[in-house]
């Protein structure tokens, strides 16, 4: 893979030897935009694109949270070679490599970037390190006026893996599923930013909200433009489809999220709309059971859905809009007849069209292969035609 990976680079680069670092940027960016701009001219949408869009489908597309991670062997063989997480997620090659092993075992219906919520950080002014034990780590976590100016607009420049990255993940998937990018919601980013770890309690920050509003929407604002202006780049780069993790959004009840996250993620979605009016932008919040019709209300045109949620109510809930998930993790350690009732069940009460399957969280560590296949594999024989369900779409909901 590393040598098929290093031939696609080199088609971007070889042409720039001569230049200097700043042009040779720039100009693997234009060769690699304009590769992925002519590969979208020749091919129709992938099945989640449309599908997402609330087009009408033949079956559900089907991808899973981290699907590309610890649960697969070879994964853990090629983390034992390279035992730094920033490693594995801000190197190109290692990057596709990681991105694709889901794609070679199951053919999934999309293959999600591997990357972090956090690896924009340090591109706009904060730096971070991964410890093995205890997680992400922030020397220095903003919690004043004065840690604020540490913070500068988005260098795309120091995210060129993450260009380069989708840029081959495209050529690979070659219109035979999406590519999908990914970013953190500005709250989930901002309880990092603040508490300089992980955290069970949010303390500083949701104290924050009361004793210090005004330095948290500074934080929160910038943090919103940034991450808009991050997730064009990963669109210009060949991301088909955009998740946006609201990992902590959970934490907050409905009325203070309404306060501290929402208005900053309709604050991406606007600007990303504006610019890429096409591209479906789906966001997930775990714990999010009583945030639904708000999720919907931010404009993005896909819900996640936790297994928490029952699909029906969704459903009912949310009409016409697009959805994703929702089947438990957990249920992938049980038997295929399990597996296959719950996927049936999500299915059926999701209904045909503007519905994306998928787990309601990520794929467990410990999670057999051979039932992530048997899952993957269901999803491609059970047509809407096979469950008996009348072709329409999420309007007709």
């Known amino acids: 893979m590393a040598s098929a990976v290093g031939g696609l680079r080199a088609s971007f680069t070889g042409s720039t030897a001569a230049l200097r670092p700043q042009q040779q940027q720039n100009a693997r960016r234009k060769g690699r935009l304009a590769v992925v701009a002519q590969a979208g001219q020749q091919q129709q949408d992938p099945l989640m694109v449309r599908a997402a869009r609330g087009e009408a489908v033949e079956r559900a597309p089907c991808w899973m949270m981290r699907q590309a991670g610890r649960y697969q062997k070879m994964y853990r063989d090629l983390a034992l070679k390279h035992p730094s997480f920033r490693e594995r997620s801000e190197n190109t090659d290692l990057i596709v490599e990681i991105s694709l ?31 093995d ?7 220095a976590p903003i919690r004043s006026e004065e840690g604020l100016k540490a913070l500068h607009a988005i260098d795309l420049d120091q995210l060129s893996f993450v260009g380069e990255s989708l840029g081959l993940l495209k050529q690979e998937a070659a219109g035979q599923a999406a590519v999908l990018g990914f970013v953190g919601c500005p709250w989930t980013l901002a309880t990092y930013v603040v508490e300089g770890a992980s955290s069970s309690l949010y303390k500083n920050i949701k104290t924050m909200m009361f004793t210090a509003p005004q330095l948290l929407d500074a934080l929160l604002s910038h943090l919103a433009d940034q991450i808009a202006t991050y997730v064009q780049f990963q669109i210009d780069s060949g991301a088909d489809c955009v998740m ?4 902590w959004g959970g934490q907050l009840p409905p009325h203070l999220w309404d306060r501290w996250s929402r208005p900053y993620i309709e604050r991406i ?11 479906p932008l789906t966001l997930y919040a775990n714990g999010s059971g009583g945030l639904l019709e708000r999720i919907k209300a931010t404009g993005v045109d896909v819900v996640g859905l936790d297994w928490t949620v029952d699909m ?6 949310l009409g016409n809009v697009s959805v994703q998930g929702n089947v438990d993790p957990v249920v992938l350690f049980g038997s295929q007849a399990a597996i296959e009732e719950a996927v049936r069940d999500c299915l059926t009460k999701a209904g045909p069209g503007g519905h994306v399957l998928n787990l309601g969280h990520g794929v467990l560590v410990g999670t057999p292969e051979e039932n992530v296949a048997y899952m993957f594999d269901l999803s491609k024989k059970l047509s809407y035609a096979l469950l008996g369900l009348e072709a329409r779409t999420p309007a007709a909901v």
């Open 101 to 131: 092993q889901p794609w070679k075992s199951f053919r999934p219906d999309g293959i999600i970037l591997f990357s972090d919520i956090l690896t924009p950080l340090p591109a706009f002014g904060i730096p971070f390190e991964i410890d």
């Open 244 to 247: 946006m993790f609201d990992s």
């Open 312 to 317: 029906a109510d969704a459903r009912a809930r």
């Open 133 to 139: 034990d205890k997680g992400p780590l922030l020397a």
């Open 269 to 279: 979605v606007r600007q990303v709309k504006a610019t890429h009016p096409r591209t």
